[in-house]
T-cell receptor
Framework: AQTVTQSQPEMSVQEAETVTLSCTYD???????LFWYKQPPSRQMILVIR??????QNATENRFSVNFQKAAKSFSLKISDSQLGDAAMYFC???????????FGTGTLLAVQP | DAMVIQNPRYQVTQFGKPVTLSCSQT?????MYWYQQKSSQAPKLLFH???????NEADTPDNFQSRRPNTSFCFLDIRSPGLGDAAMYLC?????????????FGPGTRLTVL
């Protein structure tokens, strides 16, 4: 069965600095999708970034980028120039064809210090 | 703006008193999902509809039911809420069940059971 592991329950970063959130996953599938979702306090979950497993190039969305290491089954999120609005719970998620549903990690709570 | 709407945002019910949570979408997506999210945990998929086809997760208690009368609306019925059912309930939609298309989440309904 596929699993997603986020080993950092909490992280903290200074405003304007860079932070990296870790995620590893386990799967025997070769074709799948990986996601980072952001859930701010009392607000809805939104997609931050998505990576297709068949693409070698790391996805980038403005200040957010990923380091996708398929062989190592690692999918970390880098947030550059952190802003106060980046404070949230971040969930790493996996979607493969075997189950056709999102499998979430346990989340990392990111605090941004002014 | 196209979106996922959940009503009410906060629901208080009594132990054993049936409750219905509502989700509507203007995205015209084929798939609608219901997740249960307890404090500081990852969302847990309860079930989903692909069009009119209902798909229950194996570990979803019988106490939880769902209805999808049309494309736009989906309801979560909890027949006899217990204290352990207090949680945030998230509705999400997607164009299809593959990972090619992201899931869009509503703001959630926070259920309190007294």
């Amino acid at each position: 069965a596929q699993t997603v592991t986020q080993s950092q329950p909490e992280m903290s970063v200074q405003e304007a600095e860079t932070v990296t959130l870790s995620c590893t996953y386990d799967t025997s599938e070769s074709d799948y999708y990986l996601f980072w979702y952001k859930q701010p306090p009392s607000r809805q979950m939104i997609l931050v970034i998505r990576q297709e497993a068949y693409k070698q190039q790391n996805a980038t969305e403005n200040r957010f980028s990923v380091n996708f290491q398929k062989a190592a089954k690692s999918f970390s999120l880098k947030i550059s120039d952190s802003q106060l609005g980046d404070a949230a719970m971040y969930f790493c998620a996996y979607h493969g064809g075997a189950t056709n549903k999102l499998i979430f990690g346990t989340g990392t709570l990111l605090a941004v210090q002014p | 703006d196209a979106m996922v709407i959940q009503n009410p945002r906060y629901q208080v019910t009594q132990f054993g008193k049936p409750v219905t949570l509502s989700c509507s979408q203007t995205l015209n997506h084929n798939v609608m999902y219901w997740y249960q999210q307890k404090s500081s945990q990852a969302p847990k998929l309860l079930f989903h509809y692909y069009d009119k086809d209902f798909n229950n997760e194996a570990d979803t208690p019988d106490n939880f039911q769902s209805r999808r009368p049309n494309t736009s609306f989906c309801f979560l019925d909890i027949r006899s809420p217990g204290l352990g059912d207090a949680a945030m309930y998230l509705c999400a939609t997607s164009r299809d069940k593959t990972g090619r298309n992201e899931q869009f989440f509503g703001p959630g309904t926070r259920l309190t059971v007294l």
